[in-house]
């Protein structure tokens, strides 16, 4: 089954509490909260109140959105990473595959950010929790090659991946990259773009519709969270949230009520 959700850091300009309602006017389900501004890595009792807000109004949290560089271990240590993410009571981790793409990364980049995920899977899972690659150019995960990759590098339960669209890929190539890593995903960033520029994710429901089709053939839980909008817009997020709910309901599985 897939879910609606917000990735907080598409308004990083507001408070937890602001994103907290405009989900909930959204009719989201839940919300992925960045370490960067809203859950700061390391600040538990932030992660506390964030989680207890969160959870008052019926909203999940499936994922803390962190921005650890694997293998490089910046911007904090993950154990840090590891405590807040418990405190805000998500069960995955994501985590951004080093710090180069690639093309560029040389056979000790490949292996720094290997035994470094095998490090912090470990640790997660002791935790009772995954961790998950953020889908992102100028990493190891910024071609769908290099993902899978990686994935198969890191033979580990406890990670998995989140996928994205890819500027400038075809359809096709879209969805053939999607079904490498189907057996490893966890969530989906939703977004929307003509020409590089934002657009309403109105204007791409086929191809979104496509996608979660082949995300549904899992059979697992995931979570497809909003991540930017045009003009950085609450209006354009209540018009794109009440797409992809529309979007949602139409796929087999879904329960009456959601979305």
Do not use: N
Not at 45 to 66: F, K
Not at 73 to 84: Q, S
């Amino acid at each position: 089954m897939i879910t609606s959700g917000l990735v907080s850091v598409t308004f990083r300009a507001l408070a937890p509490e602001q994103i907290v309602a405009l989900a909930s006017e959204a009719g989201l389900e839940a919300i992925e909260w960045g370490g960067d501004v809203h859950v700061p890595h390391g600040d538990v009792e932030t992660a506390r109140a964030v989680r207890r807000m969160t959870l008052d109004v019926g909203l999940r949290i499936p994922s803390y959105g962190s921005y650890y560089r694997v293998g490089d271990g910046e911007p904090v240590p993950f154990e840090a990473v590891l405590e807040t993410a418990a405190a805000l009571g998500a069960p995955v981790v994501r985590v951004w595959a080093g710090t180069r793409g690639s093309g560029e990364a040389d056979a000790g980049t490949w292996s720094r950010v290997i035994d470094d995920s095998l490090r912090i899977a470990a640790l997660a899972a002791s935790a009772g929790l995954r961790i998950a690659y953020e889908y992102h150019g100028h990493t190891l995960t910024d071609t769908d090659a290099a993902a899978q990759r990686l994935l198969s590098a890191v033979d580990h339960p406890a990670v998995g991946t989140y996928w994205q669209l890819r500027e400038g890929v075809p359809p096709e190539e879209q969805l053939a990259g999607l079904r490498t890593v189907l057996p490893r995903l966890d969530h989906l960033h939703v977004q929307a773009s003509h020409e590089g520029a934002r657009a309403p994710l109105a204007t791409m429901v086929e191809t979104w519709e496509t996608i979660f089709a082949t995300v549904g053939e899992t059979g697992r839980a995931h979570c497809a969270m909003i991540e930017f909008v045009r003009g950085d817009s609450p209006e354009q997020l209540l018009e794109d949230a009440a797409v992809l709910r529309q979007m949602l309901r139409t796929l087999p599985g879904h329960l009456p009520g959601k979305g």
